[in-house]
């Protein structure tokens, strides 16, 4: 099970009232490649991978609860406060008709969350695909930093987009445990 | 030290219609040099640590917006 | 209608202090997880562990409980419900 901790995991400001900015933050909540996803991909797969890896797959699945989190946190604070008209001029207007100012699972472009979040069940084709889901979620950072102009939100982006280099790290060193000779295996 | 950003130019034809942006940069971060991260890595202090969204140094590749860095120096392969 | 009290200065300061100590633990958790052998990292989780421990009572007695499901304690009346919500701060 899970518990809930009352405190965001990185502290999160944003300095310049940009409803806008909401609309591109969107991507890493409800995208394909979005903490979401994430999150639900590592959750999945940990029930048929090797014992030796569950643990870590496990809890990066956690933590991108916890980057979903701040990414809400983020768009509820920008929208918050807006009036229908300044989020119709943020290019909000549809989500505004859609969904008021609740957070919504789709991306930038306004598409649905697709559940379809892969797992293919072999273990090396799973750790490849959550690597490369870590290094395009460092990219969509990239993007949302070159096109904000609030060094704050950046701030909070930059952190996020270190976790997506340290996962990274970290599933590939899950690939180096799995491609291990059994006969050379570490004495636990 | 590896370097965590590398630039091409892309080919340039007469009839574009928008002018050249120049050269195109991607990123490579640590994680693509580091292999299994060795034991005893130094460490940033617990706050750092949050500022830098990674307990170690060695794990840490910043990022900036390419758009507003200088674009002279190259590393090109064209 | 009453506005909401706000959370005094210390909060942001007193959460951050909290936030850092258990992000180490979050690194810390990651990497013993492909390294279980490195009994250095592995000393320095438990001691960092009693460190949050400690700054987690100091805070929870200041601004009320951090943790879901009886993992803190609450002072009358229930205080869980409270805000602000880390989303709200
Ligand atoms: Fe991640």
């Avoid at chain 1, 920008?78 to 001029?89: H, I, R, S, V, Y």
């Avoid at chain 3, 250095?40 to 438990?46: C, G, H, M, V, W």
Wanted: aromatic content about 12%; hydrophobic content about 35%.
């Amino acid at each position: 099970m899970w518990y809930y901790e009352k405190k965001l995991q990185y502290p999160v400001r944003v300095g310049i009232c940009n409803p806008r900015m909401a609309k591109f933050l969107i991507e890493q909540y409800g995208g394909a490649d979005g903490e979401l996803a994430a999150a639900l991909r590592y959750l999945n797969q940990r029930y048929t991978i090797p014992s030796r890896v569950m643990g870590l797959l496990n809890d990066i699945g956690t933590e991108e609860f916890a980057h979903l989190e701040m990414i809400a946190t983020m768009v509820y604070k920008l929208t918050k406060d807006a009036t229908p008209e300044q989020l119709k001029e943020a290019g909000l207007g549809e989500h505004y008709v859609d969904h008021g100012k609740s957070v919504y699972y789709h991306n930038a472009a306004g598409q649905k969350f697709d559940m379809g979040v892969q797992s293919k069940g072999d273990p090396i084709a799973d750790l490849y695909e959550d690597i490369a889901a870590e290094e395009k979620a460092r990219s969509t950072y990239q993007w949302i930093i070159n096109i904000s102009d609030d060094p704050q939100i950046n701030d909070s982006l930059g952190f996020l987009r270190e976790r997506e280099i340290v996962h990274s790290q970290r599933f590939r060193e899950a690939v180096e445990l799995l491609k291990e000779e059994q006969s050379k295996k570490r004495v636990f | 030290m590896s370097t965590s950003r590398k630039w091409y130019i892309p080919y340039v034809s007469p009839y574009d219609p928008c002018p050249p942006l120049g050269p195109i940069s991607y990123e490579t971060p640590v994680q693509l040099y580091l292999g299994f991260q060795p034991q005893g890595m130094e460490q940033f202090s617990p706050f750092e640590a949050l500022a830098h969204g990674t307990l170690w140094p060695g794990l840490f590749t910043p990022y900036t917006n390419p758009y507003l860095s200088k674009r002279g120096e190259l590393n090109t392969d064209g | 209608m009453d506005e909401p009290t706000q959370v005094p200065d210390s909060y942001y300061s007193d959460l951050k202090a909290l936030q850092a100590v258990d992000f180490t633990l979050v690194e810390l958790t990651l990497y013993l997880d492909t390294h279980p052998n490195d009994l250095e990292a592995l000393k320095q989780f438990n001691s960092t562990a009693k460190k949050s421990a400690e700054l987690r009572d100091g805070f929870e007695a200041r601004y009320g409980p951090l943790r879901q499901f009886g993992h803190s304690l609450s002072a009358y009346p229930w205080q869980w419900k409270d805000t602000p919500w880390p989303w709200q701060v």
